[in-house]
Nanobody, 122 residues
């Protein structure tokens, strides 16, 4: 099983980025897919998740109204569209997948992808 994250980079405050997470190696139809992030010197935190079948979503309060998570079944890819970025969004973003039976993404989900760095300059 592989979760391949991409799309990070350097952007000015107020700008946008789209992260991608390409999933392979198994069927994720009964999984939650989503993103965590970890800023320098801080604990890892939940950002957003989506139920692969059905598409229900949930967001951290800090990103509501600015970030949108979506998935493309045909491409087995989950996206995180990040708009109105702030310097406090600077972090390494990690893709994750966890069984739907858990009701959401646990802090230690079944699968992790590698991180992609997002840097927002002021």
């Amino acid at each position: 099983v592989q979760l391949q994250a991409s799309g990070g980079g350097l952007v000015q405050a107020g700008g946008s980025l789209r992260l991608s997470c390409a999933a392979s190696g198994r069927t994720f139809s009964n999984y939650y897919m989503g993103w965590f992030r970890q800023a320098p010197g801080k604990a890892r935190e939940f950002v957003a998740r989506i139920l692969w079948s059905g598409g229900s979503t949930r967001y951290a309060d800090s990103v509501k109204g600015r970030f949108t998570i979506s998935r493309d079944n045909a491409k087995s890819t989950v996206y995180l569209q990040m708009n109105s970025l702030k310097p406090e969004d600077t972090a390494v973003y990690y893709c994750a997948a966890d069984g739907a039976r858990y009701g959401g993404l646990r802090n230690n989900p079944d699968y992790w992808g590698q991180g992609t760095l997002v840097t927002v300059s002021s």
